[in-house]
């Protein structure tokens, strides 16, 4: 079982409802809502969801299994949020925080495999990409699109000075030239430092060599040839709410409605569904059993460490035994995918996050055994 990554999140079934003494909404069945009339329900996969939803305290969970590029489980337990009993179903949207850095890193190679760009391109400075739109110091300008990619430019960390989280109210040029005026990288490179700000720069990236905004880039080169058409950019505010998207339920005080989502697109923005990323993993999975939307050197190219200590590659955390897999939280928000060697990958998404210190590991732990357990009753369906 690998170590997570990053900051993680995950849930699962659903949590008991209070009765109803005029105070709020009529409790809910606690039964998870049907799956597909074709899919049987696998009783350690319900129950371990529902455990996991029980001790961090989960409203709703959806996930999404493949094996051997076909979807064989997808189910959705719980409810909307702590306060809305509305059953979550497997149309149902969630943020995906930092999941949206894997999507950003295709969008990466899929620029690469057209020419636009190489990994070792410049980002700042003259003849650059960026280098017309930015005034950096010249210790900036050995930045590479690799840098990014693998967050080895060495600053701009996700911690308390994270640029992503300060000036709420700028757009992303302001933002990146207040960072650049405020956090200059003129030292550090090659040494790991997981950066949201790197992946905001990505998306610019694929704006300036694109002439698309990122979420349509997106749209048009990762997602529909992956046959996903719901996935979309989420809102900062629960007035801002999508349709079929989840309510999120921020846990030790802090405020899911507090942070800019729109800005965060490239790094963490996205909301989609269970099914939504299962159909995007199965494209990008380096396996035969579907035709891959990448070409299998980029696919190498994309998971290929360049510190190898780091775990980290292309958007992906990557380790030795060859799985892939990334997390995401955010307030009110926890989420992760896993591509294992052995031909599954599967998604967990849910609309709260514990900050208990098990949490991270019980989210990335939830399905590991289910899946390692060969006696794991699955069925040969595809539900895609």
């Given at each position: 079982m690998r170590k997570i990554l990053l900051t993680a999140i995950v849930l699962s079934t659903l949590i008991a409802c209070k009765k109803d003494n005029g105070d709020g909404p009529d409790p809910v069945d606690p039964t998870p809502n049907p799956p597909s009339p074709t899919q049987k329900d696998i009783a350690s996969i319900d129950n371990a969801v529902s455990a996991f939803m029980t001790k961090h305290t989960i409203p709703g969970v959806s996930i999404a299994v493949t094996k051997a590029g076909k979807l064989v489980y997808v189910k959705s337990y719980g409810k909307m949020s702590s306060a809305d009993n509305t059953a979550v179903t497997n149309s149902s949207l969630y943020r995906i925080a930092?999941?949206?850095k894997p999507v950003t890193g295709v969008g990466i190679m899929k620029l690469l495999e057209a020419g636009k760009l190489t990994l070792d391109a410049k980002v700042f400075g003259a003849g650059s990409i960026l280098g017309g739109d930015f005034t950096t110091p010249a210790g900036m300008h050995d930045i590479t699109v690799r840098h990014l990619l693998h967050h080895t430019v060495g600053s701009w960390g996700n911690d308390g000075n994270d640029p992503m989280f300060k000036q709420p109210t700028m757009n992303h040029t302001d933002l990146i030239k207040w960072t650049i005026t405020?956090?200059?990288?003129?030292?550090?490179?090659?040494?790991?430092?997981?950066?949201?700000?790197?992946?905001?720069l990505l998306g610019r990236i694929?704006?300036?060599l694109s002439g698309k905004s990122y979420e349509q880039f997106i749209k048009d080169e990762v997602l529909t040839p992956s046959g996903i058409t719901k996935m979309t950019m989420g809102g900062s505010k629960l007035?801002?709410?999508?349709t079929d998207e989840v309510i999120y339920t921020?846990?030790?005080?802090?405020?899911?409605?507090?942070?800019?989502?729109?800005?965060?697109?490239a790094h963490g923005g996205w909301i989609a569904s269970a099914t939504d990323l299962a159909r995007f993993m199965v494209k990008v999975d380096g396996f035969t059993t579907k035709p891959d939307i990448l070409l299998p050197a980029t696919i190498t190219t994309m998971t290929t460490r360049s510190v190898p200590s780091s775990?980290?590659?292309c958007g992906w955390g990557v380790n030795d035994a060859n799985h892939w897999w990334h997390t995401g939280s955010l307030p009110g928000t926890a989420s992760e995918i896993i591509r294992s060697a052995s031909g599954y990958t599967w998604t967990v998404l849910c609309n709260s996050r514990s900050y208990t210190s098990s949490f991270d590991n019980d989210l990335d732990n939830?399905?590991?055994?289910i899946i390692n357990n060969a006696s794991t009753p699955w069925q040969d369906i595809d539900q895609f």
């Open positions: 930092s999941i949206s405020n956090y200059p990288a003129t030292s550090g490179r090659g040494v790991y430092r997981y950066s949201n700000f790197g992946y905001c694929i704006e300036k007035t801002d709410r999508k921020g846990q030790s005080g802090n405020d899911p409605y507090a942070y800019n989502i729109p800005r965060m697109d775990n980290y590659a939830l399905l590991w055994p």
